[in-house]
């Protein structure tokens, strides 16, 4: 049986492409002391950056075809054969739906928002908080309008939610795929598991 198919729900939750385990209240509270209070294993013992990324490198192509800026954990800008395409941006200071908790960025934001070039595609793999940022999205909607927005299965929800228009999202399954310019791209099945509150775990893919 292969595993690069389609999808597969039962009920209201998307299944993973192999059984997988996820880790419930048991697990949390062995797991969360240590995230509350063993600080040396949460932070950098020194402060990292300032980290910087010259706007300016945007004003011609790469000339191989293919740069990537990485700006930090999943957020990245890669620009491939003249389409340039922006993964999971967050910008908040916090992955969380918290500003005053939850984990924080070791360093600031490498390029402002504003200062990005013009974007073709904006990718969002998933709707946790580390790849979907509700501030950034919300500022990206109105930086960037020509922008597609391209993501997995109801995970366009929270997108029209902070503000990105419904003609600019395309939302797909495992497999399919959507060309944008000379770039084709495609969803592939991942094992991992989605949600953004304590309700809504797998509802999304």
């Not at 939750?13 to 192999?18: A, L, M």
């Not at 793999?125 to 950034?136: F, I, M, Q």
């Not at 099945?189 to 989605?194: A, G, M, Y």
């Amino acid at each position: 049986m292969t595993l690069l198919r389609r999808s597969t729900k039962v009920g209201k939750t998307y299944q993973n492409p192999v059984p997988t385990q996820v880790g419930g209240f048991s697990t949390m509270w062995k797991v969360l002391p240590e995230f509350l209070f063993n600080r040396q294993e949460a932070e950098p013992k020194t402060p990292l950056g300032p980290f910087t990324t010259d706007a300016s490198v945007y004003a011609k192509n790469p000339a191989s075809g293919l740069r990537v800026t990485w700006f930090g954990h999943s957020s990245s800008l890669v620009e491939i054969d003249g389409v340039r395409v922006l993964i999971d941006p967050v910008w908040e200071q916090r992955a969380s739906p918290f500003s005053f908790m939850g984990p924080k960025r070791f360093y600031a934001p490498t390029l402002a928002l504003e200062a990005m070039p013009k974007l073709d595609v904006v990718l969002i793999s998933h709707d946790h908080y580390d790849h979907l940022g509700a501030k950034t999205v919300k500022r990206l909607a109105k930086l960037q309008p020509q922008a597609k927005w391209v993501t997995a299965l109801g995970v366009g929800a929270w997108l029209r939610k902070f503000g990105v228009a419904a003609a600019q999202i395309t939302e797909l399954d495992w497999t399919e795929s959507v060309e944008v310019g000379a770039l084709k791209l495609t969803m592939w099945p991942s094992r991992h598991f989605s949600g953004r509150g304590l309700g809504d775990r797998f509802t999304t893919l």
